[in-house]
């Protein structure tokens, strides 16, 4: 993995705080992407439509390796999600995926 290419990383925030992040790193220059579906919820007074994301506490980040620490700027960011002692890569075919699968509308 290069230092300079930019890879799509998974990005552990605090719960419920997932839109907020992905606003914040956006406003910077980072590229974020948090997937969301719409649901309708009930309440005893009414019906709404609300986006939930489709990974409950995290979203992804494009940013090269060497610029990972500057996410941790922003608040409610927890950690990196790693596998085998290593951060998590996720492909662009897959996140191009995700993307086609969050803008299909869920009843």
Do not use: H
Request: charged fraction near 30%; charge should be positive; glycine fraction near 2%.
């Amino acid at each position: 993995m290069s230092q300079n290419t930019k890879n799509w990383f998974v990005l552990v925030t605090k719960p419920r705080n997932e839109k907020k992040v992905e606003s914040r790193l956006n406003k910077i220059g980072i590229e974020a992407y948090c997937p969301v579906r719409t649901e309708l919820r009930q309440w005893s007074d009414r019906k709404k439509k609300i986006k939930t994301p489709l990974l409950p506490s995290m979203l992804l980040v494009k940013i090269p390796n060497n610029l990972r620490a500057v996410v941790f700027d922003v608040p409610y960011v927890r950690r990196y999600l790693f596998w085998k002692g290593k951060p998590a890569v996720v492909r662009d075919d897959e996140v191009s995926v995700l993307r086609k699968v969050a803008d299909q509308e869920f009843s």
